[in-house]
């Protein structure tokens, strides 16, 4: 199983990026999916999660109203569109997958995902 991540870049404050995450090696539209995203230094930290079906999702505090998380299970492609960025969104973003369907217990936790994106970096500037 592959997680293949891209998007990344640079980009202004205020301005927007769309991440995307391609799953190869598995049934996509049978797993949640998540974003995650780590500053050098620091935890990694969730982003958003996304339900196999798309009918429910999940983020941050951080996230929330300016994140848009998605999926194409025709495509096996999770997507990460970011709006409204500051300098605290630079990070390395990560997906990342469960080894099961479902994620067993705190889907904010790191260690409850078995599968991981490369990560890509994305710099804000101000």
């Known amino acids: 199983v592959q997680l293949q991540a891209s998007g990344g870049g640079l980009v202004q404050t205020g301005g927007s990026r769309l991440l995307s995450c391609t799953v190869f090696?598995?049934?996509?539209?049978?797993?949640?999916m998540a974003w995650f995203r780590q500053v050098q230094g620091k935890e990694r930290e969730f982003v958003a999660g996304?339900?196999?079906?798309?009918?429910?999702?999940w983020y941050s505090s951080t996230a929330e109203g300016r994140f848009t998380v998605s999926r194409d299970n025709a495509r096996d492609t999770v997507y990460l569109q970011m709006t409204s960025v500051t300098t605290e969104d630079t990070a390395i973003y990560s997906c990342?997958?469960?080894?099961?369907?479902?994620?067993?217990?705190?889907?904010?936790?790191?260690?409850?995902?078995?599968?991981w994106g490369q990560g890509t970096q994305v710099t804000v500037s101000s």
């Open positions: 996304i339900s196999w079906e798309a009918t429910a999702t």
């Open positions: 990342a997958s469960p080894e099961e369907s479902y994620v067993a217990g705190d889907f904010r936790r790191p260690g409850a995902y078995y599968y």
């Open positions: 090696g598995r049934d996509f539209s049978d797993h949640f």
